[in-house]
């Protein structure tokens, strides 16, 4: 197989990675609007299910990033190529430099590492509670 199809492999997988965690995230959501304190005794937000919840929100954050960061990257590389007379043809084969990828790899990583994250904590404290209720 030539290298430019395990690169485009490689893209589908992070793509539907992407969609799954994003689904993810908002199903972390869910569940702790569901296990929510409903007593209405100060935040409405357990205190424990609050840092699951800012690391799913950072990690939809950097869901956005990759792909925003990801598009002013290429946006700005075909343009400045766009306007380059050594580009005009259309069937040259243009190479990047390996660094633009760069900042959104971290972001990819980071929105994973984040949501991985938050899921630990929201399973250790709905099997702290699921103890806690079982004394």
Known sequence: MK???????SHEYTEKASDIIRN??????????IF?????SGSPIDGMLIYPLI???LSLLFDLGQYF?????????????EKDPAFK???LDVK???????????????????MVGAYVLIILHLSNEALMSKM
Do not use: H, M, S, T
């Not at 290298?3 to 492999?9: D, I, S």
């Not at 993810?24 to 609007?33: E, H």
């Open 3 to 9: 290298l430019e199809k395990y690169k485009e492999r």
């Open 24 to 33: 993810l995230c908002f199903a972390g959501i869910g569940i702790i609007w």
């Open 36 to 40: 929510r304190n409903v007593d209405n």
């Open 55 to 57: 690391l799913l929100a």
């Open 69 to 81: 960061i990801g598009g002013v990257i290429w946006i700005r590389f075909f343009r400045k190529r």
């Open 89 to 91: 043809d259309p069937e």
């Open 96 to 114: 990047a430099k390996p660094i633009w990828n760069k900042p959104v790899y971290f972001c990819y990583y980071a929105k994973v590492v984040l």
